[in-house]
Every structure is written in structure tokens, then in C-alpha cells.
């Protein structure tokens, strides 16, 4: 089993920035793809960034691309997102999820692994 533990998320001012970050552990020579998805009060949960094993590849939903930037640590079994310029519309709560297939996607009933979630509330 894979476990995904989600920090960094707190009250910020419109245009500040904030890192997230996921820890994974367990077995997690399992993990390809890492991602992360938000859910904000009344929308469905949606795709924020993805990237793949070896951050060779990585994909960005419209509303946060040169904004945020999605990495990851294979070494420390870490996955983050930094997020610039951020807007009220950015608050959510977000979601790490990781994938054992390869599949760098934004659909999220591929994902296999999910975390329980990291509040972010921007104030305009």
C-alpha cells in the first residue's frame, strides 16, 4: 500500500505564493505519476499538474499554467507544487494522487493513490 500525506497549505493574500508538498511512503517504487487536484466548496474536484517518474514530462490545467509549477524528489519520496501569483479562485482544498501505470493524465479515476487533502484559502 501507498500512503500520501499533503502539508503546506494555510491563508495567504491574493498574489503571495505557497509550496505544497506530498510525502509518500509505503511502497513507492510503485508510483509513476504524481498529481495534484483540487476541490473547491461547490465545484467538482479537478486537475491541477501531473508529472512522471523521471520530471521529463509534465502536464498544467489552463487556469494555473505559469503560475504553478509541479516537481518531484524519487530520492525522498517527495512531490510539490509551487504556486505563484495566487487568486482567490486558487483556494481549494488540494489533493496529491499518484499513478502506478505511467499514464500522465488528467482524469481523475486513474489515479490509484490519493492523500486526505491540504486547505488553501487565498483572501482577495
Known amino acids: 500500500q501507498v500512503q500520501l500525506v499533503e502539508t503546506g497549505g494555510g491563508l495567504v493574500q491574493a498574489g503571495d505564493s505557497l509550496r505544497l508538498s506530498c510525502a509518500a511512503s509505503?511502497?513507492?517504487?510503485?508510483?509513476?505519476?504524481m498529481a495534484w487536484f483540487r476541490k473547491a466548496p461547490g465545484k467538482e474536484r479537478e486537475f491541477v499538474a501531473a508529472?512522471?517518474?523521471?520530471?521529463?514530462?509534465?502536464k498544467y490545467a489552463d487556469s494555473v499554467k505559469d503560475r504553478f509549477t509541479i516537481s518531484r524528489d524519487n530520492i525522498e519520496n517527495m512531490c510539490f507544487l509551487e504556486m505563484n501569483d495566487l487568486k482567490a479562485d486558487d483556494t481549494a482544498v488540494y489533493y496529491c494522487?499518484?499513478?502506478?501505470?505511467?499514464?500522465?493524465?488528467?482524469?481523475?479515476?486513474?489515479?490509484?493513490?490519493w492523500g486526505q487533502g491540504t486547505q488553501v484559502t487565498v483572501a482577495s
Open positions: 509505503g511502497r513507492t517504487v510503485t508510483l509513476d505519476v
Open positions: 508529472i512522471n517518474w523521471s520530471s521529463t514530462n509534465s
Open positions: 494522487a499518484a499513478e502506478k501505470d505511467g499514464m500522465l493524465v488528467t482524469f481523475s479515476h486513474v489515479y490509484d493513490y
